[in-house]
């Protein structure tokens, strides 16, 4: 059974830091793209970065270009969204994904398997 596990979300106040990990199970993602996405209460998910299966080409959203970097770990089949100048309104619960269709697809928000999400929250 494939499970996708973040950890690493938490309350920190406004220009703080966190690291967010997930860690996949039950399948080796070493030749796919992973992704991380967001939803914040009352908001649809959107897409926050992405990273292709190489790990040559990362992609972000505007509104975190600059601050976030998604790397990956394939010996560890693990991916991290480091997040740095946090601001309040990068509140949300942060989802990793997992796209056989690799980036295009997660910057359409298409992904094949998900996590379960880790909540992130930024304090003014």
């Known amino acids: 059974q494939v499970q996708l596990v973040e950890s690493g979300g938490g309350l920190v106040q406004a220009g703080g830091s966190l690291r967010l990990s997930c860690a996949a199970s039950?399948?080796?993602?070493?030749?796919?793209?992973w992704g991380w996405f967001r939803q914040a209460p009352g908001k649809e998910r959107e897409f926050v970065a992405a990273?292709?299966?190489?790990?040559?080409?990362?992609y972000y959203a505007d509104s975190v270009k600059g601050r976030f970097t998604i790397s990956r770990d394939n010996a560890k089949n693990t991916v991290y969204l480091q997040m740095n100048s946090l601001k309040p309104e990068d509140t949300a619960v942060y989802y990793c994904?997992?796209?056989?269709?690799?980036?295009?697809?997660?910057?359409?928000?298409?992904?094949?398997?998900w996590g379960q999400g880790t909540q992130v929250t930024v304090s003014s």
């Open positions: 994904a997992v796209a056989i269709g690799g980036t295009p697809a997660l910057r359409t928000g298409v992904g094949n398997y």
């Open positions: 039950g399948r080796t993602f070493s030749s796919y793209a």
């Open positions: 990273i292709s299966a190489s790990g040559g080409s990362t």
